[in-house]
């Protein structure tokens, strides 16, 4: 193991679940704008699997949500370390019945509790939730995390939570980037796929090449553990030129705050147009914390005449490791001209606030909202914004302002601000707000924009009832809400006047649901109303009536 001198307390954690651990997801591998903080165990395709701590401690933070990690408890130990278990179908008992008591309190599904230190200590083993498939996840598992005391998300397996893998790491493919004007790679100026040659071993030599000037490379690798076919995140990555290393990236631990990131390590361009992230082995106005031992940027420099051996060392977490080496030839300048970039009125300087406007739109981008200067497409045409594509890195939002005091009172209360997205421009909400006759929203990605119109109420459809029906020994109460236009904002459900707890599960699924061990029901005759909101507030009432011994 590449950690001989691993800090972290080992032995002092158990594993979270009683089955061998195959994982679905390692910690830091690349996701869409963040690292991910944790490993995603796998849970036998199944939900329901008993979920225990991992040591001694309390429970700190219980957060329920719709989307991103569903359900999920945060247990702080004696350490000073805290264990995350996310995505859980449901809590043990005890901890389940004092979530419910401050949802219904609050009247809320979604809530965040942050538990007193007495209040629900935890034992090491204890059962405190059960595997599910809530909030953001795409499958049934266990998303388990390990947080210092600064919170900062650190690699579970550092703590000796094994997983079996001796399976060394694959490269996809390998890209050269002249970084300038005088920087040629086979006698061009743009960025170029190198041909990967697979050897003996599992290693990789790669096409010779010519080149002068001043070069980075990217490289799209991914590694797999034994028991699995899904590929997931590498451990550690390391270039070397003539013997020398002059790069690293070590995905060890780091901070929430720099997790976004991660688009400016990645060839963003690429990935926007062909969903393959290739990993930049060269550092560019980027502060993450897992560059470790940059010499010059990791830019190799090569001469005229010179010979050069670059070679990438790629490793998971048990040390399993892969070699790609290349051979570089310095030649003398090309013959071939360098590739202008396409000038525009509009030029974005990361150091200045700018503000454009033309018609009824205004777009703000204030001072390091990017990463790097670049020219600006912006058009305006009845009411659709083209705002360059989506091949720029954000660091931060900027905003996007609509007038619509052109539209009748009517119109106004139902207009959003939408993306358009893939060939058929098809309107997605972005989160808008009014003030007054300004439609506003604050976004990160670069695209096409318009005015939306919803006029269209959400829909509500019972499931597994009808109305007028004899309930008694039926255990939930299933409805499914949906809105095709901006999409459901929120809901809420009353059975006789009184609020009840009615779950979304996940993302995915627009099916809300009652326990009836809740307790709320205590007649034999009741009416259930649900009110759903879409994003622009059309709303719609559903009522039924059914009976219950």
Known sequence: MSNTQNNYPQDYFRSPLDIPLILSGTFAELRSNHFHSGIDLKTQQRVGLNVKACADGF????????????????????????????????????????????????ESYEIELFPSADTLPIKKGQLIAYSGNSGGSGGPHLHFEIRDNAQRPVNPMLFGIDIADTKKPFVKSLYAYPLDNNTFVNNSNEKQKLRLIPIEGGNYV?????????????????????????????YNIQSFVNGNKNFELDFKRFAFSETKHINQLIDYEHYAKKKQR??????????????????????????????????????????????VTLNVKGTKKAVAKAKQPKTTPYYINVNQDI????????????????????????????????????VK????????????????????????????????????????????????????????????LDTINPTIKPVNFK??????????????????????????????????LMERNNYT???????????????????????????????????ALFYRK
């Open 59 to 106: 429970v700190s933070r219980i957060k329920i949500s719709n989307y991103g990690y569903g359900k999920a408890i945060y247990v702080t130990h004696p350490n000073g370390y805290t264990t995350v278990y996310a995505h859980l179908q449901k809590f043990e008992p005890e901890i389940e019945a004092y979530i419910k008591q401050q949802q219904y309190k609050k």
């Open 206 to 234: 790669v096409e010779s090449i010519k080149a002068i000037g001043n070069i980075g490379f990217g490289i799209e690798t991914n590694d797999r553990q034994n028991l699995a076919s899904n590929s997931n995140g590498v």
């Open 278 to 323: 290739i990993q930049k082995l060269y550092r560019v106005n980027n502060p993450l914390s897992i560059y470790k031992s940059v010499l010059d940027e990791g830019v190799v420099s090569i001469k005229d005449s010179a010979y050069v051996v670059y070679k990438i060392r790629i490793t998971d977490f048990k040390d399993n490791e892969t070699w």
């Open 355 to 390: 503000n454009l406007k033309k018609d009824n739109v205004t777009v703000d981008f204030y001072k390091d909202t990017f990463y790097e200067d670049f020219y600006l497409n912006f058009e305006v045409s009845n009411d659709t914004l083209t705002l360059h594509k989506d």
């Open 393 to 452: 890195a954000a660091k931060k939002s900027f905003n996007i302002s609509y007038d619509i005091s052109k539209y009748n009172a009517k119109d106004k209360s139902s207009l959003y601000i939408a993306r358009l997205l893939g060939y058929n421009k098809y309107p997605s909400y972005t989160s808008t707000k009014r003030e007054g006759d300004l439609l506003k929203a604050r976004t990160k990605t670069l695209g096409t924009f318009a005015l939306a």
């Open 467 to 500: 109305n007028g029906q004899w309930l008694s020994k039926y255990r939930y109460l299933k409805i499914k809400i949906d809105d095709k236009e901006s999409g459901v904002s929120k809901y809420r459900a009353t059975i006789n006047g009184k609020w009840i």
């Open 509 to 543: 699924d627009n099916t809300i649901t009652f326990d009836f061990n809740d307790g709320i029901v205590t007649d034999t005759k009741n009416i259930l109303k649900v009110i759903v909101t879409d994003n622009v507030g059309n709303n719609s009432t559903f009522e």
